[in-house]
């Protein structure tokens, strides 16, 4: 039996085709997913808008509540949930433990929603005339995340939604849908009433039923660049709200100046971490200065001691990729980049022949804006060098890119600090920090074609897009 969409509280079977889920460390199938059309998505909807007057209006006090009962939930189920995470996506169970961590923090400043969703008023604005800000709630609003973070990425969603008095949709991954089952069955069991959360399983079909449905008012997408291009205007040609986060191609820059042996672990980690199937992993490591030689040599030395396998096994740093059809663009990046003259210094193709969808970390030296692997997102555990006279070098190697989700400096300089943080052209920006990643009270700020719309997740602007304002002016 494939997994049952959600709609109205009513675990529903679907008579449509199924995709099968894989355990990616061992290639096994544990599930099917099902394919749904426009007339499962028209159901979820329509549980939703059935739901929203009700939801809407119950008091703010009871809707924080239900949320500090769900963050209950979370906590007691934590560790089920991160093994959900690595059984069906692959990453270790402590990248799996971190996912859930950044999740839950979601659910945390959801709770907030008495402060949160406060208005604004000025009185007396002309003679007798005073001014008020109010928020409401949009409507049914509909969530479409990515396969790398299952848990996370709907946790960035649906809380701030509901908790602003919306009803919801989520759209779950086709390749990792089980992490968002387990969270609606948790959400309904904090006591939610039925209707406010809804789940659709399937892929392009479903999402774009999602985008014409007349009945959805805001959509939320995360995953690669052209698809988040696309759900943005078509999401916007039928009058929706829209935030549309897209694919990375992040660069460190090492500065002369940096402690390496603290630098080493922290670009190991920004590039290898995941397998490289994280949207703030780092692609692209620039060496500035004369003699790159040593940074090379510990970079080698650590990605070689990395040890590739399982996520639940011991001491496990590296899981596999998420499916073999992944693997094989992957590794066709790292034969392109030897092919357009880059060195390769690590091959982890030689992780390939074990069963499951294992892929070790690479490392490319000599690697160019101009080359495919210079300027795509690979998004597997790959990491390009590149060299760089200068810190204004650097910055423009990053600047180049269509992509601006994140990039970070290693450097003891406060100049070079300012420098970068003034001059790079990407919304999340780091200083001897691996991962520039906000907490959830701030936005998921990327730029260029790595975000599409005005209001980004979380943080105020996610209270701001879940949210419609209304001014009240009075004279009495
Ligand atoms: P994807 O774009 O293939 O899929 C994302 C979602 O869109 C899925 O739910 C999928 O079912 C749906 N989808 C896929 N193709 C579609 C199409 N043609 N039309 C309509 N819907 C479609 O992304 P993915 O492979 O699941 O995730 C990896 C990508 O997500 C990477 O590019 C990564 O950088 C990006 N990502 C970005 C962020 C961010 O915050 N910017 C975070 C995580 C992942």
Not at 147 to 164: D, E, G, Q
Not at 186 to 212: C, Q, R, S, T, Y
Not at 285 to 307: E, F, N, Y
Request: glycine share 10%; hydrophobic share 45%.
């Amino acid at each position: 039996m494939a997994l049952r969409n959600l709609a109205g509280g009513r675990w529903l079977e679907v008579a449509v085709e199924t995709l099968p889920v894989y355990n990616p460390a061992t290639a096994e199938v544990i599930e099917q997913v099902a394919l749904s059309g426009a007339a499962e998505v028209d159901a979820a909807v329509r549980a939703a808008l059935a739901a929203f007057d009700a939801w809407s209006q119950t008091p703010v006090m009871e809707r924080a509540r239900l949320m500090f009962a769900y963050k209950a939930q979370l906590e007691a189920h934590f560790e089920e949930l991160a093994a959900l995470v690595t059984r069906h996506h692959g990453k270790t169970l402590d990248e799996s433990r971190g996912e859930v961590r950044r999740g839950i923090d979601v659910v945390d400043f959801a709770c907030g929603a008495p402060t949160l969703l406060q208005g604004r008023t000025l009185r007396a604005v002309s003679g007798g005339v005073d001014q008020d800000l109010y928020r409401y709630p949009v409507g049914v609003c509909a969530g479409i995340p990515p396969f790398n973070f299952p848990v996370m990425i709907p946790l960035w969603m649906f809380p701030l939604a509901v908790v602003a008095g919306n009803t919801f949709v989520l759209k779950p991954s086709e390749r990792t849908p089980l992490g968002a089952v387990r969270l609606a069955e948790l959400f309904l069991e904090a006591g939610f009433p039925e209707g406010v959360l809804n789940i659709v399983h399937g892929a392009k079909a479903a999402v774009d039923a999602l985008l014409e449905h007349p009945a959805v008012r805001a959509i939320s997408f995360v995953g690669s660049a052209p698809v988040a291009r696309h759900v943005y205007a078509e999401a916007a040609r039928h009058g929706k709200r829209v935030q549309a986060l897209g694919g990375a191609k992040n660069h460190m820059v090492v500065m002369p100046d940096a402690d390496i042996s603290e630098a080493i672990p922290h670009l190991l980690n920004a590039s290898f971490g995941n397998a490289g199937e994280r949207c703030l992993a780092g692609s692209v490591t620039v060496a500035v200065g004369q003699d790159p030689d040593p940074l090379l040599a510990a970079l080698v030395s650590g990605a070689k001691k990395l040890k590739v396998g399982p996520g639940d096994g011991p001491g496990v740093d590296v899981g596999p990729l998420i499916r073999t059809e992944h693997r094989q663009k992957v590794a066709a990046y790292i034969e392109q980049g030897a092919g357009e003259g880059a060195d390769l210094l690590v091959d982890g193709r030689s992780e390939m022949s074990r069963p499951g969808y294992f892929l070790g970390p690479t490392i490319l030296d000599r690697v160019a804006p101009s080359m495919t692997v210079g300027r795509e997102e690979i998004f597997g555990p790959v990491m390009s060098v590149a060299r760089a006279t200068t810190l204004e070098e650097a910055i423009s190697i990053a600047n180049s890119m269509t992509l601006g989700n994140m990039a970070v400096l290693f450097t003891k300089s406060g100049r070079a600090a300012r420098e970068f943080r003034e001059r790079v052209e990407a919304g999340m920006v780091g200083v001897n920090v691996p991962i520039a990643q906000p907490f959830a009270f701030f936005p998921f700020s990327g730029w260029k074609d790595s975000f599409f719309g005005d209001l980004h997740v979380h943080g105020a602007d996610g209270i701001e897009f879940y949210t419609r304002k209304k001014m009240f002016i009075t004279r009495w």
